[in-house]
Nanobody, 116 residues
Framework: QVQLVESGGGLVQPGVSLRLSCAAS????????MSWYRQAPGKDRELVAT????????DYADSMKGRFTISRDNAKNTVYLQMNSLKPEETAIYYC?????????WGQGKKVTVSS
């Protein structure tokens, strides 16, 4: 079955960098658009970044442009989110999402806490 497993979260201080990974299985990863979302406490889930199947196009939410980088390794069935200059307000659960056929599939999420 489809599985998306995020890793790399944790507690970091403001201003530092962190990389999240999402390992995929159970579907043809190389043909799927992948995205990262996040949900802060008490807020709606929001889109962070999207990358097309071959990685030829990436899109970011305005507030992440220039600080976050989404990438993928189709040989490893993994999508990454490099986050730089993290801010306390970016404390959230970060989720990866795959579009598999006409369905959206979600990982279980990984908590990122930005605090001094």
């Amino acid at each position: 079955q489809v599985q998306l497993v995020e890793s790399g979260g944790g507690l970091v201080q403001p201003g530092v960098s962190l990389r999240l990974s999402c390992a995929a299985s159970g579907f043809t990863f190389s043909t799927s658009t992948m995205s990262w979302y996040r949900q802060a406490p008490g807020k709606d889930r929001e889109l962070v970044a999207t990358i097309t199947s071959a990685g030829s196009r990436v899109d970011y939410a305005d507030s992440m442009k220039g600080r976050f980088t989404i990438s993928r390794d189709n040989a490893k069935n993994t999508v990454y989110l490099q986050m730089n200059s993290l801010k306390p307000e970016e404390t959230a659960i970060y989720y990866c999402k795959a579009v598999v056929g006409e369905r959206q599939r979600w990982g279980q999420g990984k908590k990122v806490t930005v605090s001094s």
